[in-house]
């Protein structure tokens, strides 16, 4: 019984590192959508330990970023503006990552609307999770 609860054990780490390899390469990725109104342009700006630059956004368009987790750190911290001399203002953590967890394959959505920032990973409805300041 002892030998057959070995070979189980081996067999079952081969199955599940097998799996984790599929994905260990894959990147996590931070997507933007613009859904405001008409004439309305979004302002993007991402920092972590590099600077992604300024992007803009006519309603409709779409700006995205993809990364490895770090093992020490992964924070994207953004901040949107949008409205008449982007006066509308959001800033928060768009993804956070790494350390003792790594993920590989993460997709965070952001929704900007009118009346916020809204959130998915992708499977389930977004969420309001930030208002226009």
């Given at each position: 019984m002892n030998r057959l609860?070995?070979?189980?054990l081996?067999?079952?780490l081969c199955i599940g590192l097998s799996n984790a390899?599929?994905?260990w390469n894959e990147k996590n990725t931070v997507f933007f959508?613009?859904?405001l109104g008409r004439n309305?342009?979004?302002k993007i700006h991402c920092t972590s330990e590099d600077?992604?630059?300024?992007?803009f956004l006519r309603p409709g368009e779409t700006y995205d970023f993809s990364f490895h987790d770090s093992i020490v750190r992964s924070d994207f911290?953004?901040?949107l503006w949008q409205g008449p001399n982007f006066k509308f203002h959001a800033s928060f953590m768009a993804y956070q990552g790494g350390g003792l967890i790594v993920h590989y394959?993460?997709?965070n959505f952001w929704d900007a609307r009118e009346d916020g920032i809204y959130f998915t990973h992708g499977k389930e409805t977004p969420k309001l999770e930030y208002k226009w300041k």
């Open positions: 609860s070995c070979f189980l081996v067999i079952g390899n599929l994905k959508k613009s859904s309305n342009v979004l600077n992604l630059g300024f992007h911290y953004c901040e394959g993460k997709k």
